[in-house]
């Protein structure tokens, strides 16, 4: 079975920190992905990556970055944390080039106060 | 533009069959999803329809794809309590070029009452 594993499910942060969301599959899978998820607004993408240090912009990759050093670990950073970046964060990953199905982590709900 | 619409909500009683339904916009997508999400998880892959079938059915699960009228639905027969969740359709995109990528609606909520 596929294992995506995220580093925390319960996170609590202050405005203006330093956040790391990491997330690690045990695949061998080329691709990986960040997503937020909020009421009413469904799955948004954040950023994906393709390959070790290669990365692409998604929807909404605003106060976001990340990082992709090893295949099996890609992170999320959150440069400063704002109120408005409180979410559910869901990894996931999968296979390439074709196919295109995903498995997902567990997720990382994230309080900003 | 690549879109996905679903409605948000489903309420159906136990036993009953529950049908979920989505649009889609890209017609050259290969392959189209359904993933249940539990309270508080992540998604889970239910089920998936290369786009050259009409149906696919796996156990309770019937999946019909119209490809002429960019439709698809997932059938849940003798729904269970254990089904409620939030159900996603997703279809293949190519975003920036890379395969991999999935558009996702906003997600189906089926209630199951007793």
């Known amino acids: 079975d596929v294992k995506v594993t995220q580093s925390s499910r319960y996170l609590v942060k202050r405005t203006g920190e330093k956040v790391f969301l990491e997330c690690v599959q045990d695949?061998?899978?080329?691709?990986m992905f960040w997503y937020r998820q909020d009421p009413g607004l469904g799955l948004r993408l954040i950023y994906f990556?393709?390959?070790?240090?290669?990365?692409e912009k998604g929807d909404i990759p605003e106060g976001y970055s990340v990082s992709r050093e090893k295949k099996e670990r890609f992170s999320l950073i959150l440069e400063s944390a704002s109120t408005n970046q409180t979410s559910m964060y869901l990894c996931a990953s999968s296979p390439s080039p074709v196919g295109g199905e995903q498995y997902f982590g567990p997720g990382t709900r994230l309080t900003v106060t | 533009g690549e879109d996905v619409e679903q409605s948000l909500f489903l309420s159906v009683r136990e036993g009953d069959s529950s049908v979920i339904n989505c649009t889609y916009t890209d017609s050259s997508s290969t392959y189209l999803y359904w993933y249940k999400q539990e309270p508080g998880a992540g998604l889970q892959l239910l089920t998936y329809?290369?786009?050259?079938?009409d149906m696919k059915q796996d156990q309770r699960l019937t999946v019909l794809l119209n490809k002429k009228d960019k439709h698809l639905s997932l059938r849940i027969a003798d729904t269970q309590t254990g089904d409620s969740a939030i159900y996603f359709c997703?279809?293949?995109?190519?975003?920036?070029?890379?395969?991999?990528?999935?558009?996702f609606g906003k997600g189906t909520k089926l209630s199951v009452k007793p």
């Open positions: 329809i290369f786009s050259n079938m």
């Open positions: 695949m061998d899978h080329e691709n």
């Open positions: 997703a279809e293949a995109g190519n975003y920036g070029g890379s395969q991999g990528n999935l558009i």
């Open positions: 990556s393709y390959d070790v240090k290669m990365k």
